[in-house]
Nanobody, 119 residues
Framework: QVQLVESGGGLVQAGGSLRLSCAAS????????MGWFRQAPGKERMSVAV????????DYVDSVKGRFTISRDKAKNTMYLFMNNLKPEDTAVYYC????????????WGQGTQVTVSS
């Protein structure tokens, strides 16, 4: 089992920045990939950015490339999402998730943190 706790959401004006954090605990040795996902009202949850726990593999959805940066600190078992030049369409609940070794799906999820971008 891996437990995840997100923090850092809030209300920001368009063009502003936020940093999200996701602290992992429990069986962190089983982490293969971590990712940030978001779900806007009335829409399906979507992947925003993912990173291999070793750090060698990173991927972003096209809509955030050049604006968001994902990173992780293995010593702190924490993943981050630096969000710059935020747009109203980035408004959503952001979730962090873990994919374990040998797994094809993200099986562990945090409780989510709200990000609201005003125009």
């Amino acid at each position: 089992q891996v437990q995840l706790v997100e923090s850092g959401g809030g209300l920001v004006q368009a063009g502003g920045s936020l940093r999200l954090s996701c602290a992992a605990s429990g069986r962190t040795s089983s982490i293969y990939y971590m990712g940030w996902f978001r779900q806007a009202p009335g829409k399906e949850r979507m992947s925003v950015a993912v990173i291999s726990w070793g750090g060698s593999s990173i991927d972003y959805v096209d809509s955030v490339k050049g604006r968001f940066t994902i990173s992780r600190d293995k010593a702190k078992n924490t993943m981050y999402l630096f969000m710059n030049n935020l747009k109203p369409e980035d408004t959503a609940v952001y979730y962090c998730a873990v994919r374990g070794f040998g797994r094809r799906t993200y099986d562990y999820w945090g409780q989510g943190t709200q990000v609201t971008v005003s125009s």
